[in-house]
C-alpha cells in the first residue's frame, strides 16, 4: 500500500491546532502519516499557513519534545527544549491524536542542527580549517555529542508511539554551513564542510592519521581558490587518490560516522531510518549512503517534484546501498516551478509504479492551500497505481 508522509514542524501544528491540521492533512490529502520534527536548528521560517502568525517564525532551536533527563547521564551535551514549546509536550499530543486517527507517526533528528547545544558549550560545535564555527552546527565525532544522538534516538522511542525515526543531516562532509551556492565548485564545497575541531583533531591522531597533513592540503587547496579564483569541481573522494593525508582523514571520519550510526541502530528499539542527499541532479548519492548498514530505510531527499529525478535517484541509491534496502522518497511539497498537479501526479506515480511504498513530502509549513489539490491528485492517483 502506497502511503504518502507529511513532514510538519510542531510549531505549524501547534499554531494551526492539531486537530484541524490533521484533519486537514487526512481527509483534504489523503496523507497516511506525519513526521514531525524532533530537533531544530537556530533559525528562521517564512510559513505558508492560511492564518499563520507570525508569518515568520523565529527560534533559537532546540529539542522539540520534553526530553528525560534519566537517558543523557552519559554524556556532557544536554538537550535544551525550544523556547516556543513553553513547556508543553506537544509530540505526546501529537502521537495521542495520531493513534486516534489510525495515522503514522514518525520523528526526524536533524543530528547536526540540534540548537543551543554549540551556544551551550564551543566544544561542540563543527569547525572548518581555518577554525570557524559554522552555523552552530554540532560535530558528531565528538563523544558527548555521539552519545547525545544515540540517547536522543532511546529518548524519543521509550517516551513516544512512534513507528520510526528517521535521521537526517549525516551527509555533513558534503555542505559546509555557510551558503556557498555552486559557485565554488563540489571538491572545494566539500573541503570547506571537513570538520577540524579539537575533537576531530585528537581522535583521528590517535587513529594514526596525519592530521596536520590533511589540514594542510585542504587549506592549501581552498586558499589557491580564493587566490585564483579558480573552482574545486573534482569532488575530495577523487582529489584524496592522490593526497595519502587527505585520504586518510576521509576515510577515518565516515568510519568513525559508519560506527555511530551503526551503535544507533542497535540502541534503538525500534525503526530507524537514513535520509541521504542526492547531488549532480540524482546521478550522486551523499556521503550518508555510506553509513545505510543496518538502517530500517534509506530516505532519498529530492529538490523538486520529477519523474526523471526520481529515477535517476532511486537507481543512484539502489547502486549506493544495495538492491536489498528498503528505498522511499522525499520531496519537497511545493516549489515554484513544479508545484503543479502535472509533475507531482506523474512523479508520485511513478515512484509508486516503482514500487516505493512511502515517500515524505516536505513540509506543511511551505504548502500554499491554493496547491493543496493538486497535493491530493497527486497522493490518490500513487495511491492506486502502488495498490
Ligand atoms: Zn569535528
Keep these: 500500500m502506497f502511503r504518502a508522509n507529511m513532514v510538519a514542524n510542531l510549531w505549524d501544528l501547534a499554531d494551526e491546532g492539531l ?13 497516511g502519516g506525519v513526521c514531525a520534527a524532533a530537533t531544530c536548528g537556530p533559525g528562521r521560517h517564512l510559513r505558508f499557513g ?27 551535551c544536554k538537550p535544551s527544549p525550544a523556547e516556543w514549546l513553553r513547556g508543553r509536550d506537544l509530540l505526546a499530543r501529537l502521537s495521542a491524536h495520531c493513534t ?5 507517526l514518525r520523528a526526524v533528528i536533524d543530528c547536526t542542527n540540534i540548537g543551543r547545544i554549540v551556544t551551550a558549550d564551543a566544544r561542540f560545535a563543527r569547525k572548518n580549517v581555518f577554525g570557524d564555527v559554522p552555523g552552530r552546527q554540532v560535530c558528531l ?41 555552486d559557485s565554488i565548485g563540489t571538491g572545494a564545497t566539500q ?9 576531530c583533531k585528537q581522535l583521528a591522531t590517535e587513529a594514526g592519521v596525519d592530521v596536520a597533513g590533511a589540514a594542510r592540503s585542504t587549506s592549501v587547496r581552498l586558499e589557491t581558490l580564493f587566490r585564483d579564483g579558480q573552482r574545486i569541481e573534482v569532488p575530495v573522494a577523487k ?45 550522486e548519492a551523499g556521503t550518508a549512503s555510506g553509513y545505510a548498514r543496518g538502517a530500517g530505510a534509506v530516505i532519498g531527499d529530492l529538490s523538486r517534484w520529477d519523474a ?40 508520485l506515480a511513478y515512484v509508486a509504479e516503482q514500487g516505493i511504498a512511502s515517500v515524505n513530502l516536505n513540509h506543511l509549513g511551505r504548502l500554499p492551500r491554493g496547491c493543496a489539490e493538486a497535493v491530493r491528485q497527486a497522493i490518490r492517483f500513487a495511491g492506486r497505481t502502488g495498490a
Design 239 to 283: 582529489l584524496a587518490a592522490d593526497d595519502p593525508p587527505l585520504s586518510a582523514f576521509t576515510a577515518w571520519y565516515v568510519e568513525r560516522i559508519a560506527s555511530l550510526v551503526e551503535r544507533i541502530h542497535e540502541r534503538s528499539s525500534r525503526e530507524v531510518c537514513l535520509h541521504v542527499g542526492l547531488r549532480g541532479d540524482g546521478a
Design 19 to 31: 486537530e484541524s491540521a490533521l484533519e486537514f492533512l487526512q481527509s483534504d490529502l489523503g496523507v
Design 100 to 104: 486516534k486517527r489510525g495515522l503514522g
Design 191 to 199: 573541503l570547506l564542510a571537513l570538520c577540524f575541531c579539537e575533537s
Design 308 to 347: 526523471d529525478l526520481a529515477d535517476r535517484a532511486l537507481a543512484t541509491l539502489r547502486e549506493a546501498v544495495g538492491a536489498a534496502r528498503r528505498l522511499e522518497l522525499q520531496f519537497p511539497v511545493w516549489t515554484p516551478d513544479t508545484g503543479t498537479a502535472q509533475a507531482g501526479v506523474r512523479a
Design 50 to 76: 492560511p492564518e499563520a502568525s507570525p508569518r515568520v517564525f523565529e527560534t533559537r532551536g532546540g529539542v522539540c519534545f520534553l526530553p528525560e533527563s534519566k537517558f543523557y547521564q552519559d554524556t556532557r
Design 141 to 181: 565525532i565528538n563523544p558527548d555529542v555521539a552519545e547525545f544522538v544515540c540517547a536522543l534516538v532511546h529518548d524519543l522511542h521509550q517516551t513516544y508511539a512512534l513507528e520510526s525515526i528517521e535521521l537526517s543531516g549525516l551527509d555533513a562532509m558534503d555542505e559546509p554551513a555557510e551558503r556557498t551556492g
